[in-house]
């Protein structure tokens, strides 16, 4: 298994524990705001991984 892969599964992994405490926590208008931000931070990290694991192989 690449170091690549195992930074990608623990920051997605991180993110989505926080956006989960974020929404139970959060009001119905606050919700909306942060699914949608989410979807932008996931791909983000992604991106951020992909360049670091680019750069390493």
Do not use: E, F, H, Q
Request: charged residues 20%.
């Amino acid at each position: 298994m690449k170091a690549g892969s195992i930074a990608t599964g623990v920051s997605v992994g991180l993110t989505a524990g926080a956006v989960a405490y974020a929404i139970s926590s959060a009001s119905s208008k606050d919700k909306k705001r942060l699914k949608s931000r989410t979807g932008k931070a996931i791909r983000a990290i992604g991106d951020v991984m992909d360049g670091i694991s680019m750069m390493m192989g």
